[in-house]
């Protein structure tokens, strides 16, 4: 079973999680796009805006970068950089909420672009990533069989 088993270069699985992160980002931010201005307009609170920007980009090394090569390594800076442009901004805007949502439209497009830029350079979420093999054994095996019941003659 082990012989089976496929042996993925750490470079991959590195591009494997940054594009499943972005993804991650671009999805929530286009669910809650409309939502998180709307909570910003009647709550006041930038906490909602902020909170669909959340990444796993934040905790990678630079060691597991390094296993990037140089264009994968310029794409997936262009994406993040503008992502932390748009956190920045959402966190110390003074900007009016339809000002706010007129400027995450067009930061929208531009992420949207910096996406379709990383997955042509690092591969789609939806690739192979690391195959996990479960090997099962059964331990017991129990059968039931069903109640028969009889049925009562009425009186």
């Known amino acids: 079973m082990a012989a089976s088993r496929r042996r993925l270069q750490p470079a991959t699985r590195v591009r494997h999680l940054l594009a499943i992160d972005a993804n991650n980002v671009m999805a929530r931010l286009a669910a809650r796009q ?51 442009e ?15 949502q007129l400027k995450l439209n067009s930061n929208m497009r531009r992420l949207e672009a910096a996406f379709r830029e990383l997955v042509a350079v690092i591969g789609p979420p939806e690739a192979d990533g690391a195959r996990v093999v479960v090997e099962v054994k059964v331990v017991s095996k129990v059968t039931r069989q069903p109640r028969r019941t009889r049925a009562r003659a009425r009186r």
């Not at 909170?51 to 262009?78: C, G, H, Y």
């Not at 748009?86 to 706010?100: C, I, K, S």
């Open 34 to 84: 409309d939502s998180m201005v709307g909570l910003f307009s009647r709550l006041r609170d930038r906490e909602p805006m902020l909170a669909v920007l959340d990444t796993w980009f934040d905790t990678i090394t630079f060691t597991e970068l390094s296993t990037l090569d140089p264009a994968e390594q310029k794409s997936v800076n262009r994406f993040y950089e503008l992502l932390a």
């Open 86 to 100: 748009v956190r920045w901004y959402l966190a110390y805007t003074e900007d009016m909420p339809g000002q706010v």
